[in-house]
Each structure stands twice: as structure tokens, then as C-alpha cells.
């Protein structure tokens, strides 16, 4: 018997980039329940998506960066290929209205040339301890960023792990009157996250043990003259509020 020939799928003509925030409850959303949500998203909002060939096609939906299951974000990306040519604004409505509320679409752009991985070497965090006076956080970080090197350890799916937080720090900063720290982590492997930061600083420090909200507010790289994070091809104007204003007006933007 002559072996079957693979299935033929259109070729794409357009790349997205979808940056899309977990809000809520969502941020509790593994990264796998993800991807399964977002193709189901795809397919009621009608995109055109481009699919691999072979006997069993996949979308051709590449992310980077995700955030660890936990944490909120206001600076998720993912690429999407396309098999007709579609309107940026168009294609962010009809995926947020086919996306559970808390999985959230903030913009859809054409992608430019620049990997999208390459362009996501840093994250700005922002981390509210619990029950915490905001005079000991500020002694708690400034103990941690005196230190050379902090090593704390972590399970991986490889086994336990050693981790040099304090090397994966490019800035941490405390806001005045808040038990709020600010955080720049480079994308290091293996990944540290800022509750490994937070373990970091709390060993080195007095501060007690407890809880942490924990939000991913943007990604791309750090620009040492403005001191700030610029994102994917110099993100344009979001849809929706800013993660940072979202953060700080919601009272249910954690709970």
C-alpha cells in the first residue's frame, strides 16, 4: 500500500505578536491550560492560523518568557503565524472576547525581524509583602544588595538546584511608605523568579517569613540611560490601562 501523503496546509503570510496580560485569578493558570485556552480562543475568534504540515498539524504559536504559574502579568508574549493578512486591532477584539476574562489581550502588533526571544532578556516585578513594615523592607534590601552573592535553592525538574539570586538582580528598589519591592531580573538559566529573590533577601536580612503578591509588569531589555525596561519593538500604546495603574487601582487584581 502506497504510504499516505502529508497534509497540505497554507502557507503563512503574516506574523503577531500578541502581548496579553493573567489577571486575577487567571495567574494561577498553568502554562499548558494556557496554550489550550488560547487555541480554543483562536478558533471562536476566526484567526486565520497558520499550521505545521504532517499527519498531525499544530498551530504555529511560538511564546517566550512565560511567567511561573502564581504570578501575575501584565507582559506575557507569544507569536502567532497567519494565513491571510489581518488587521492588528481586529484580531486583538475578537481574541479578548474569546478569551476568559483575566486572560486578557493588552495589544496585537505585526512582528518585526528581531526574535522575540532576543528581545526579552529582562523583567520589572513588582513584589507586596504581607504584614511587613515598610522600614524593614527597605533594611532588608539594602542588606541584599550589599552582598556580592546570595545562593538559595530551588527544585527543578532536574533536581534541587543552587541559585545565585543576587547575581540575576539589575535593580531592586523599595517604595516609600510601602512594603512593596521593585524588581529588574535578568532571564538567566536556570530561571530566578522573584520569590527566589525574596528568599534571598530574607536570608540575609531579618525579615520574617510570609506571604507575597507577586506581578510581572513589563519585559524586554534594560536601557542603562533611562534606567528603565524598553519592551518588544518599543511596545505602542496599549488597548487597555497599563499594568502598573491596573496593579495599584484594582482591589481585585489579586484576590
Same mark, same amino acid.
Given at each position: ?23 486575577? $485569578?487567571?495567574?494561577?493558570? +498553568? ?9 480554543? /480562543?483562536? $478558533? ?25 504559574? /502564581? ?65 524593614d523592607v527597605e533594611k532588608a534590601v539594602e542588606a541584599f544588595l550589599a552582598e556580592s552573592s546570595v545562593v538559595v535553592e530551588r ?21 516609600s511608605g510601602e512594603p512593596v519591592v521593585r524588581l529588574v531580573l535578568n532571564h538567566v538559566t536556570p530561571t530566578v523568579r522573584p ?42 500604546? +496599549? $488597548? ?16
Amino acid at each position: 500500500m502506497a504510504e499516505r501523503p502529508p497534509h497540505e496546509q497554507r502557507p503563512p503570510v503574516q506574523r503577531l505578536r500578541v502581548r496579553f496580560a493573567r489577571r486575577g $485569578r487567571l495567574r494561577f493558570t +498553568s502554562h499548558r491550560d494556557f496554550q489550550r485556552a488560547f487555541e480554543r /480562543g483562536l $478558533r471562536r475568534a476566526g484567526v486565520p492560523v497558520a499550521y505545521s504540515q504532517g499527519f498531525t498539524p499544530h498551530p504555529k504559536v511560538s511564546y517566550a518568557g512565560a511567567a511561573p504559574t /502564581g504570578a501575575a502579568s501584565e507582559a506575557e508574549y507569544l507569536e502567532l503565524s497567519v494565513t491571510d493578512r489581518c488587521d492588528v486591532d481586529e484580531v486583538a477584539a475578537a481574541l479578548d472576547a474569546a478569551l476568559p476574562p483575566g486572560l486578557d489581550i493588552v495589544s496585537v502588533t505585526e512582528a518585526g525581524q528581531a526574535a522575540l526571544a532576543d528581545q526579552l532578556q529582562v523583567s520589572s516585578w513588582i513584589v507586596r509583602l504581607a504584614d511587613v513594615p515598610p522600614a524593614d523592607v527597605e533594611k532588608a534590601v539594602e542588606a541584599f544588595l550589599a552582598e556580592s552573592s546570595v545562593v538559595v535553592e530551588r527544585m527543578t525538574g532536574k533536581g534541587r538546584r543552587e541559585l545565585d539570586v543576587r547575581d540575576a538582580v539589575v535593580r531592586a528598589d523599595v517604595e516609600s511608605g510601602e512594603p512593596v519591592v521593585r524588581l529588574v531580573l535578568n532571564h538567566v538559566t536556570p530561571t530566578v523568579r522573584p520569590t527566589d529573590v525574596v528568599r534571598g533577601i530574607r536570608l540575609v536580612s531579618e525579615l520574617p517569613d510570609g506571604a507575597e503578591q507577586v506581578t510581572r509588569l513589563e519585559q524586554g531589555v534594560w536601557d542603562d540611560a533611562s534606567a528603565t525596561v524598553v519592551p518588544p519593538d518599543h511596545q505602542h500604546v +496599549s $488597548r487597555k490601562r497599563s499594568g502598573e495603574q491596573t496593579a495599584r487601582e484594582s482591589s481585585e487584581f489579586l484576590t
